[in-house]
């Protein structure tokens, strides 16, 4: 493990772990310009992040979900404080600290830590993926009859013209769950389920689980097949993803 990836690991704990003093505590929230949900954990969480980040490395710029853009050096981190604030408000504790490291424009890591569950998933370009701390994979299965697939909200996925699809995915698995953002993209990574279907993303919200995707073996990509999406995210245990495109029918031509 670089220390870069040591220091991410240990960031994304410490403000994680700081998000439980306000979880299932009945927190009120803000809504912000877009509409979607923010808790003064939410701020709290990027702001000790950031704080950290400042103190190690000095010169990088974040870009993160409640402060926006700092710096402009190229080497970068991007931060999800909370990754699935309206789970958190919830009481559901399926949501995450999601932190990743680029350079020139290339993420290099992925840290992805669900507080509640008390769950790490980390990962490093070309060193493989890891589960609280094992060594982890996608899972081996190769046939959407064997596979449970995860989707994000079905209003999102009526507005992007999807949800035709995934009710036609979802009489040919074995399932289809709603178990919330980037956890369902690390139970890609660690086997337990085939795919996630995510039709509205931001940024933050791709980049580090992009990385624990594809090094445990899977692919992230968007509804074309193209392999960098900004602002929707399709990951497999790579077996399905061609049967997952084809049923989208959006594949890039050429």
């Keep these: ?25 009945g927190i009120g929230f803000e809504r912000k310009a877009d509409d979607s949900p923010v808790t003064i954990a939410d701020r709290e969480a990027e702001a000790k992040l950031r704080k950290a980040i400042g103190e190690t490395y000095p010169g990088d710029s974040i870009l993160g979900e409640e402060e926006g853009l700092t710096g402009a050096s190229s080497a970068r981190w991007v931060l999800d404080p909370i990754d ?24 290099q890591l992925g840290v992805a830590y669900f507080p509640a569950l008390d769950e790490m998933v980390y990962a490093e370009r070309g060193k493989g993926c890891f589960w609280n701390g094992r060594a982890c994979r996608v899972s081996a299965k190769v046939r959407i009859a064997d596979a449970v697939l995860c989707t994000g909200s079905h209003a999102s996925l009526r507005k992007t013209g999807r949800l035709e699809a995934v009710v036609g995915l979802g009489e040919r698995a074995i399932a289809t769950r709603g ?6 993209h690390a139970l890609v990574a660690t086997g337990r389920i085939e795919a996630m279907i995510d039709p509205v993303l931001s940024y933050w919200d791709i980049a580090a689980p992009k990385m624990i995707v594809t090094e445990a073996g899977g692919r992230f990509t968007d509804f074309k097949g193209n392999d960098n999406p900004t602002s929707e995210g399709l990951s497999s245990n790579g077996w399905l993803h061609h049967d997952l495109l084809e049923a989208f029918g959006e594949r890039s031509q050429g």
């Design 1 to 25: 493990m670089s220390p870069r990836l040591q220091f991410a690991v240990q960031a994304a704990y410490e403000a994680g772990r700081g998000t439980l003093a306000q979880f299932s505590s």
């Design 84 to 107: 699935g604030t309206k789970s958190f408000i919830c009481g559901v504790p399926l949501y995450g600290t999601l932190v990743a490291y680029e350079e020139d424009s290339e993420t």
């Design 179 to 184: 178990w919330c953002d980037a956890y369902a």
